[in-house]
Nanobody, 114 residues
Framework: QVQLVESGGGLVQTGGSLRLSCAAS????????MGWYRRAPGKQRELVAS???????DYADSVKGRFTISRDNAKNMVYLQMNSLKPDDTAVYYC????????WGQGTQVTVSS
């Protein structure tokens, strides 16, 4: 059974930083690429960063150069370091596999004030 638990969100000012964490349980983590997704108000959920089991990363153009995804395979953890945050980054952030599994976590709210 897969369980995903996100944490680390909060309220920051433009230009600030946050580090999100995702604890993944179950076999999903060992064999699948993982990603951070976000859903902004009134928009569909989008993939913003991904990382393969071997550590290769990819980013959406909107966050490239500002966000860094990483994973700790020994701890079944995925992280998202977010720097130079903008109001457009305001969203609920989720982690999941690629492709996704139905068991979404509760997400963590990130709010960037202008």
């Amino acid at each position: 059974q897969v369980q995903l638990v996100e944490s680390g969100g909060g309220l920051v000012q433009t230009g600030g930083s946050l580090r999100l964490s995702c604890a993944a349980s179950g076999s999903i983590f060992s064999f699948r690429p993982m990603g951070w997704y976000r859903r902004a108000p009134g928009k569909q959920r989008e993939l913003v960063a991904s990382i393969t089991t071997g550590g290769r990363t990819d980013y959406a153009d909107s966050v490239k150069g500002r966000f860094t995804i990483s994973r700790d395979n020994a701890k079944n953890m995925v992280y998202l370091q977010m720097n130079s945050l903008k109001p457009d980054d305001t969203a609920v952030y989720y982690c999941n596999a690629i492709p996704v599994v139905p068991s979404w976590g509760q997400g963590t709210q990130v709010t960037v004030s202008s």
